[in-house]
């Protein structure tokens, strides 16, 4: 049996206020409730799966960095409002060269105007925005889909 893929969920700042910050926005599910979703999907899909979130820029860069170590195979990120200002998580993203898939709760492109740069679409192995909580496990699927046909 192949070892199975490693995927870190890493979510950044004010995520962990979901289900309380503007449910209206952000849906009513709490990252507890998110997380014990994508573990119960990525043991169905046979994946291990790690998650973490941090409101820190530094503990997101200490975090990926990390990832080398832990044999780490995909990224699925949330940089939240760091998605728009950090050249310093980019970089990290960057060094380590692991795959990921920038994920966004709001569709980023239907609300303010700051919101629709960012600084790690084109350095993603994809983008995902808009689907609320769904599109965490949309990510899982991808991943699944994308770590089955690389082992052909």
């Not at 490693?6 to 409730?33: A, D, H, M, S």
């Not at 014990?36 to 169905?44: G, P, S, T, V």
Request: proline share 3%.
């Amino acid at each position: 049996m192949p070892n199975m893929a490693k995927i870190l969920v890493l979510q950044g700042p004010n995520l962990n206020l979901l289900g309380k910050r503007e449910p209206e926005l952000y849906g009513r599910t709490t990252l507890e409730q998110l997380h014990a979703k994508l573990k119960e999907q990525a043991r169905n899909l046979q994946l291990q799966l790690i998650c973490k979130q941090s409101n820190v820029e530094h503990e997101l860069i200490d975090a990926i960095h990390q990832s080398l170590n832990d044999g780490i195979d995909f990224i699925i990120f949330n940089p939240a409002a760091f998605t728009h200002t950090s050249i310093a998580l980019r970089d990290a993203l960057t060094a380590v060269a692991i795959p990921f898939i920038e994920v966004h709760i709001s569709n980023i492109f239907a609300r303010e105007t700051f919101r629709w740069e960012s600084y790690f679409s084109d350095i993603a192995l994809g983008t995902i925005s808009g689907f609320g909580a769904e599109g965490y496990t949309l990510a899982l699927s991808a991943i699944a889909t994308h770590n089955t046909s690389s082992m052909k």
